[in-house]
């Protein structure tokens, strides 16, 4: 637990430096195009984390409640 | 819409009637254009072992200023035969029946069991947004199989800071399912499969808590840290898993259920970055750390690079993804000869410790002026350190058409 808290803390303050940049609105074309989407393209996304719940003990990080399969 | 000419009093009242049917249907006209619609095939493989052939279909747009909804609808059709847990080869204890269903542990090819079973899966999102900065996300969906069945539902709220530079995400999940061999019954944990008593159906309930913030790096530049707490009480067992006690040659003496515990807590961290080259390429990247009460840690990488060919929606897309993970505090691969029957046991290989890697490509075409074709093949291969079986591999493609206009 230590290590993820230690983790995090590191994260955090990374992007509250980051965050110190800002980005105007009219300079987000770039970023409000679909390749960019930090969630990912919503198919492919539902069928990684199904395949690899199915396969793997880990699981979680991307979002919550799932499709529940009974294949773990 | 018919007006009386003479009905010079009623000109006006209807002049403003028909504007605001014309500005309705404009509007109309809109959110219906702000649809998108998938459409996927996956076929996922394992040689010798299990084949899954599942439809999606997608549907989500803005059906307000302030409402967005998403309709997923999944059916699956699994067959094939899976490890049971038991040693490889085991032929000594003959076991016939015991699922009553489309799963078998015959005790002639004991370490691996048959299944054939059909899923369809539902979800429902509404994205609702209140004022400028605030959206919040209500989710609800239902899972379906011949054995297993879940009921979820999620609320996710997304604050915007910071110019909108920054987002900050608290979700909140709930999920009931319930799990059983196909005929409804689950085997007493740590039974003798010679003499074993059943149970009715076993039932879990599962609670998720994330905090997330997504973060503006630059113009090109996007990151996301998420941390997941999961908390699920109730029967996590599988009901068709077994394991062996054997000798040093593997040669199997008796055969037991399997018990996990009724508890489990899993936390995970996970962070993403995107970044867009001056060329227009996409370098993508994730790292998760998790850790559960089970004795279980992992790391997980994932990588891509999105190569455009001809503007946007034309690309190839290569993507890996390394996965390590240890063992559950109660994993083993057989219970040794003289060794006591422990609380909880299980030889199911997911729960061992085991790498596993992914390579793959992905193709988009936009055609014409409909949407974009997606196609998407992988492969998946599975290395365990201490399992009846050494690994195991798959094979996975993916044929996609999305209609809409998000490429356009």
């Given amino acids: 637990m230590k290590t993820v808290i230690r983790c995090l803390a590191l994260i955090l303050i990374s992007l509250a430096l980051a965050g110190c940049t800002t980005v105007q609105p009219w300079e987000r074309g770039t970023l409000a195009e679909p390749g960019m989407d930090v969630d990912g393209h919503p198919i492919d996304a539902y069928v990684d984390s199904h395949v690899y719940f199915s396969r793997e003990a880990a699981t979680g990080g991307s979002g919550v409640g799932g499709g529940g399969c009974g294949c773990n | ?194 003499d074993q008593s059943f149970y009715g159906e076993g039932r879990r309930n599962t609670y998720d808590v994330l905090l997330g913030v997504t973060q503006v790096l630059g113009r090109r530049t996007i990151a996301q840290v998420n941390l997941t707490y999961t908390h699920s009480l109730g029967y996590h067992n599988d009901p068709y898993k077994v394991f062996s006690r054997a000798d040093e040659d593997d040669v199997e003496a008796e055969r037991y259920y399997e018990n996990r515990p009724d508890e489990r807590i899993r936390g995970a961290l996970y962070t993403s970055l995107r970044h867009q080259l001056t060329d227009g390429d996409i370098i993508g990247g994730s790292l998760r750390y998790y850790q559960d009460d089970w004795g279980v840690e992992a790391v997980t990488g994932e990588l891509s690079y999105r190569l455009h060919i001809a503007g946007r929606g034309s690309y190839v897309e290569p993507f890996g993804r390394a996965h390590y993970q240890t063992e559950a505090d109660f994993y083993l691969r057989t219970l040794g000869m003289d060794e006591e029957l422990p609380e909880y046991a299980s030889a199911d290989a997911r729960l061992g410790e085991l790498q596993a890697y992914t390579g793959g490509l992905k193709f988009s075409q936009p055609v014409l002026d409909w949407g974009t074709l997606q196609i998407r093949g992988s492969y998946y291969y599975q290395r365990f350190e201490d399992a009846n079986y050494d690994d195991n591999q798959a094979f996975i493609a993916q044929l996609g058409f999305e209609f809409g206009s998000r490429y356009r």
Avoid: C
């Fill in chain 2, 1 to 194: 819409m018919v007006v009386a000419a003479t009905d010079q009093r009623n000109i006006r009242g209807m002049l403003a009637l028909a504007t605001t049917g014309l500005l309705g249907q404009a509007a109309a006209q809109d959110f219906a254009n702000d649809w998108t619609v998938n459409l996927a095939y996956l076929n996922y493989f394992e040689p010798d072992r299990v084949n899954v052939q599942s439809f999606y279909g997608k549907a989500s747009g803005q059906i307000s200023d302030d409402a967005h909804i998403s309709v997923g609808v999944v059916l699956d059709t699994m067959t094939g035969a899976t490890p049971s847990g038991a040693v490889e080869g085991s032929n000594v204890v003959a076991n016939t029946g015991t699922s009553g269903g489309g799963f078998e542990v015959d005790g002639t090819s004991s370490s691996l069991a048959d299944f054939d079973d059909t899923r369809l899966a539902v979800d429902l999102d509404w994205e609702h947004t209140y004022g400028r900065f605030v959206r919040v996300n209500y989710g609800a969906y239902a899972s379906v199989e011949g054995d297993f069945a879940a009921l979820g539902a999620s609320v996710k709220g997304n604050v915007d800071l910071n110019n909108r530079n920054t987002t900050l995400a608290l979700g909140l999940g709930a999920e009931g399912d319930q799990s059983s061999q196909r005929d409804g019954r689950t085997p007493e944990p740590m039974s003798n499969v010679t």
